[in-house]
């Protein structure tokens, strides 16, 4: 984002030439292009890869996670866990535990920890009483 900025201010106050640009900056004169036509540089793109090693045990692993969501959060299964129950139940899926480590992070749901009703509320309250007229600004 500093770059884009960079890139277009020495573009409209200094040098003026994309080639000079990216000469000065050390950046392809593409960069520069992108930079002058957006401020804000584009999401860089992700390709779809399927789980070859993975895919038999992906249920394995779903049915884990799932039954994670109702256990005591100091009883669910970490990666490690995972792996080493997955070594122990399905021998013939071999799969390192850096592939399960990087499993849910894939687009799959990953448990995320939500603050109760009554906690967000508190904190709704303690920024209306903070603000001196009480409004949200």
């Given at each position: 984002?500093?770059?884009?900025?960079?890139?277009?201010?020495?573009?409209?106050?200094?040098?003026?030439?994309?080639?000079a640009v990216s000469r000065k900056l050390g950046v392809h004169r593409r960069e520069?292009?992108?930079?002058?036509?957006?401020a804000?540089?584009?999401?860089?793109?992700?390709?779809e890869r399927d789980h070859p090693k993975l895919a038999p045990a992906i249920?394995?692993?779903?049915?884990i996670l799932e039954a994670d969501r109702k256990a005591p959060r100091k009883q669910r299964h970490t990666a490690h866990r995972i792996?080493?129950?997955?070594?122990?139940?399905?021998?013939?899926?071999?799969?390192?535990?850096?592939?399960?480590?990087r499993y849910p992070q894939c687009g799959e749901d990953v448990l995320v920890a939500v603050p109760p009703l009554d906690l967000l509320k508190q904190l709704d309250h303690n920024f209306m009483v903070g603000n001196n007229q009480g409004q949200w600004n």
């Open positions: 984002m500093e770059l884009y900025e960079q890139i277009r201010r020495e573009y409209e106050h200094g040098s003026g030439t994309i080639r520069v292009r992108k930079a002058l036509s957006s804000i540089p584009a999401a860089r793109k992700v390709p249920p394995f692993i779903n049915a792996w080493m129950r997955m070594r122990r139940e399905m021998p013939e899926v071999e799969v390192a535990g850096s592939t399960i480590r």
